[in-house]
């Protein structure tokens, strides 16, 4: 009965995430799911996963920001699109 609770709380989580949370649930499973298999540290490997997951988010969402920016600037001035920005 608890594995179910749990799931359905994981479920319920993870559909009313927006995208900083995204990261942070995704690096606690899989931190979770690490600590359980590293000598049954599964709450730690769920912090240490949720504080990464959220920063590797954030990385990306302002390399993407950064990245359109660059591609509607080189658009307005007539120039190449820059490498790695398509």
Avoid at 53 to 77: F, I, M, N, P, Y
């Amino acid at each position: 009965m608890r594995l179910k609770s749990a799931a359905a709380a994981v479920v319920t989580l993870m559909l009313a995430a927006s995208t900083a949370q995204a990261g942070c649930l995704t690096g606690a499973v899989v931190g979770g799911v690490a600590g359980h298999f590293a000598h049954h540290h599964a709450l730690a490997g769920a912090a240490a996963g949720c504080v990464i997951g959220h920063e590797l988010a954030v990385h990306k969402k302002r390399r993407l920001a950064a990245e359109r920016a660059a591609r509607l600037q080189a658009q307005r001035s007539g120039q190449p699109i820059p490498q790695g920005a398509h």
